[in-house]
C-alpha cells in the first residue's frame, strides 16, 4: 500500500495545478439522454469547476499502518458514465474479495452522522465523503473501515469525476444487490466535504451496548429523521457480515462460520451464510437457537420494544416485505444529509428512483 500511495501522491502531483472545464452534471445528464447535437450548441454545456486539491488519507496506526498525505482529485460533482464504470469495478472488486459487509458499513457510517436539526451543509453530517479523513476514520465507531477505504481508493483513482460521496454509496448499494438483496433506488450526485475540518464530531452513530438500547437507537435514528420501522428495516443490514473484537469489541474472535472466510477468517456473524442478503438475520434473532450467531443488545431490543417488535416480527416471516421496507430505507439513508449537484441528483438507470 506505501507504494500505491507513494505513485498515487506522485501522479496526482503532476496535475496538482491544474482547473479543468467540464460539463455540468445536469447538463451531462442531457448528454445522456440523447438531446440532438444541434441543440448542444445552445446549451451552457460548460458551466463547472473542477479542481485538484491536496487531501489527507489515513490508515489506523492500531494496524500498524501509518497515516499518508496524499494528493486526491477533488470533483464538485460525479459524472453519471464514471460511475457506472466504477460500479462494474465494484462488482469484480466484490467477486474477488467478498467484502460486501464491510462496504455496506462504510456506506452507513459516512450517511449516519447526519443531524435534522442542523441546516447547515456539510455542519449537519451525513453522505458527504468526510469518512475518509484520518480524523473520522480515527472515532471508535470507525474502527477497521479504513481497510475499506483502501480497498475503494484505486477505483477513486481512477475516476477523478467520481466523489467520495457517491462512490462510498454506490459501493454499500451494489454490495447489497450483488448479495442478493433487492434493488435499491439509488440517486447520486453527491457533492464532497473537501477537508477534514468539515468532519463532524465524534459520537454520532449508535452504540451496540448501551444502558437503554431502544431509548438510545430512538436517539441516534431519529436525531437522522429515520423512523421506529427504518431503524428494524436497517438493522437487516447485519445479515451481512461480522462483528471482530479487535475492531468494536463485540463478538467473538471466529466461530464455526467465520474460521474459513471467505476473506480474512474470523469474526462472529449474525447469520450462517453472511454473504448472502436475506432475512435470516430477524429469523436467527427470533429463534436464538446457536450461541455462534451473534445477538448484539440492539439487534435484541427489536424482538423486545413492542413498536421494534411489530416489524421485526413481520420480517422474520415474509422476505419481501423485508426486501421492499430495505431497498427504500437504504436509499433514504444514503441520501441522508448530502448536497446533490444537479439538486435533484440523478439516477444511473433507465428507470429513476
Ligand atoms: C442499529 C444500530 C447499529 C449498531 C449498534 C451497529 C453495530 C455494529 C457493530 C458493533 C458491528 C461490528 C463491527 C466490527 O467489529 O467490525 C457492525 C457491523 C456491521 N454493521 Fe452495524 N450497527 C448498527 C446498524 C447498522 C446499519 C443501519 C447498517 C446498514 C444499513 C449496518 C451494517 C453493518 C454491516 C454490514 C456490518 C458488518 C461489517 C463487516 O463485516 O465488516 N449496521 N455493526
Request: charged share 25%; net charge neutral; proline share 7%.
Amino acid at each position: 500500500m506505501a507504494s500505491f500511495y507513494a505513485a498515487s501522491a506522485a501522479a496526482a502531483a503532476t496535475s496538482t495545478a491544474t482547473t479543468r472545464l467540464l460539463p455540468s452534471a445536469a447538463n451531462r445528464l442531457t448528454l445522456s439522454s440523447s438531446i440532438s447535437l444541434k441543440s448542444l450548441r445552445f446549451s451552457p454545456v460548460i458551466s463547472h469547476l473542477y479542481v485538484r486539491k491536496k487531501t489527507t488519507l489515513g490508515r489506523i496506526s492500531s494496524e500498524r499502518l501509518s497515516y499518508a498525505t496524499v494528493t486526491s482529485p477533488i470533483s464538485a460533482a460525479s459524472i453519471p458514465e464514471q460511475l457506472k464504470s466504477a460500479r462494474e469495478n465494484i462488482k469484480e472488486l466484490l467477486k474477488t474479495t467478498y467484502c460486501h459487509p464491510i462496504l455496506v458499513r462504510l456506506g452507513w457510517h459516512d450517511a449516519g452522522t447526519y443531524n435534522k436539526n442542523i441546516e447547515e451543509w456539510p455542519k449537519r453530517g451525513g453522505a458527504n465523503g468526510s469518512l475518509r479523513f484520518e480524523i473520522e476514520l480515527k472515532h471508535a465507531a470507525n474502527a477497521g473501515l479504513v481497510n475499506a477505504l483502501k480497498l475503494l481508493q484505486p477505483i477513486k483513482e481512477k475516476y477523478s469525476g467520481v466523489t467520495y460521496a457517491d462512490l462510498f454509496q454506490l459501493a454499500s448499494a451494489t454490495a447489497v444487490e450483488e448479495a442478493g438483496g433487492p434493488k435499491i433506488p439509488m440517486k447520486y450526485g453527491r457533492v464532497d466535504v473537501s477537508e477534514p475540518e468539515q468532519c463532524p464530531e465524534e459520537g454520532r452513530l449508535p452504540d451496540a451496548g448501551p444502558p437503554s438500547p431502544a431509548t438510545h437507537l430512538r436517539e441516534v435514528f431519529y436525531r437522522m429523521g429515520l423512523n421506529d420501522k427504518e431503524i428494524v428495516v436497517l438493522s437487516g443490514a447485519h445479515t451481512l457480515g461480522r462483528s471482530r473484537p479487535e475492531r468494536s469489541g463485540w463478538g467473538k474472535p471466529e466461530t464455526k462460520y467465520t474460521k474459513e472466510g471467505p476473506g480474512a477468517p474470523g469474526g462472529q456473524s449474525w447469520t450462517v451464510q453472511w454473504l448472502k442478503f436475506d432475512n435470516s438475520y430477524f429469523k436467527d434473532i427470533k429463534e436464538r437457537r446457536d450461541a455462534d450467531l451473534l445477538v448484539l443488545p440492539t439487534d435484541a431490543v427489536l424482538f423486545e420494544d413492542p413498536s421494534f417488535k411489530e416489524y421485526a416480527e413481520k420480517y422474520a416471516a415474509d422476505q419481501d416485505a423485508f426486501f421492499k421496507d430495505y431497498a427504500e430505507a437504504h436509499a433514504k439513508l444514503s441520501n441522508l444529509g448530502a448536497k446533490f449537484e444537479p439538486p435533484e441528483g440523478f439516477s444511473l438507470d433507465d428507470s429513476s428512483p
